[in-house]
């Protein structure tokens, strides 16, 4: 129950009661020596890992879990592997996997299946929780440089915030090219949601009603990528099912494309929502031309919404 700062204090010892911050480190398997930091306005907790790109792993909206994750399950980025579709065995899904920077979708030359950005450990990452006025807010930040010796140098500056007894996550990002030439750089937020939300009885909101739907696990069933097509300038796309929504609210001027990724094969059910800033992937990207140019020194900036809310 929401109150004002006084109200609240009268009643608890501390804010670690109710919700807050917790930092800790993964010491077994295949995440042993992950740093992660857990954030939990006692209504939305998630999970960030600071050595995969300050990146959201498990997620839980009251009770429920929200986030799909993989049979992986988390993985060091120390055991990345980058060739053809080997990305898949450190893909633990995640409510967010960011995808890029110089490539997104199939893998293509010197880059494998979604980029490299994902295993990137955060540095100079800052971890805050106080009141500001009646709100008690909590924010990590920190930041991901993607280099090589003659090549790119490019960094990406992530903050990510919440509010105490509040539905949502703010995610703001701003990709930074500090080297001399322009770039090509092309980033997808790969937003991933799986049972209970994810059943037959869901919907995706705010798209065609033909892609809407939603089927059973079944035997081998191939993933669906589809595109949606938006004009707006800030959209929400989302996932119902009965009592309980989630949502992606995006920018079109930095991220004009959303893709829906649909796998409904037995112990591969999941969902993605995917705002990006093309509708090609891997090769087609280069062939068309689809990159965004960014300049010597110049900033791309992005930020996306997450929501979760009683319907």
Request: glycine share 10%.
């Amino acid at each position: 129950m929401k109150m004002d700062r006084n109200e609240l204090m009268k009643r608890i010892g501390s804010i670690e009661q109710i919700g807050g911050v917790r930092d800790f480190t993964f010491n077994d398997g295949k995440a042993k020596g992950i740093r992660a930091i857990e954030v939990n306005t006692g209504v939305f907790c998630f999970t960030i890992l600071v050595d995969r790109c300050l990146d959201i792993a498990q997620a839980f909206y009251k009770t429920t879990p929200i986030a799909w994750i993989s049979k992986t399950g988390i993985t060091s980025p120390y055991l990345y592997e980058k060739d053809g579709l080997s990305w898949l065995r450190g893909f633990y899904g995640g409510l967010l996997t960011t995808c890029g920077l110089k490539n997104i979708g199939n893998d293509y030359k010197d880059q494998g299946l979604h980029g490299r950005i994902a295993n990137i450990p955060a540095e100079k990452v800052s971890v805050s929780a106080e009141w500001v006025g009646d709100d008690y807010i909590m924010q990590v930040s920190g930041e991901m440089r993607e280099s090589v010796v003659f090549g790119e140098n490019l960094v990406l500056k992530r903050k990510i915030t919440a509010k105490m007894f509040d539905n949502k996550i703010y995610v703001e990002d701003t990709l930074v090219n500090e080297g001399f030439n322009t770039e090509d750089v092309a980033l997808c937020y790969h937003c991933n949601f799986g049972y209970p939300l994810v059943s037959e009885n869901s919907i995706i909101t705010n798209v065609p009603a033909d892609i809407s739907t939603m089927l059973p696990p079944m035997h081998n069933l191939p993933e669906e990528c589809v595109g949606v097509e938006k004009t707006g300038g800030v959209e929400t796309i989302g996932i119902e099912n009965g009592s309980i929504g989630a949502y992606i609210t995006y920018n079109r001027d930095t991220l004009p494309d959303f893709l829906i990724w649909k796998k409904f094969a037995e112990s591969d059910y999941v969902v993605g929502l995917e705002p990006r800033t093309t509708n090609y992937g891997g090769k087609d990207v280069d062939i068309n031309n689809a990159y965004v140019k960014l300049p010597a020194f110049d900033e791309l900036k992005t930020d996306l919404v997450i929501e979760v809310k009683d319907l």
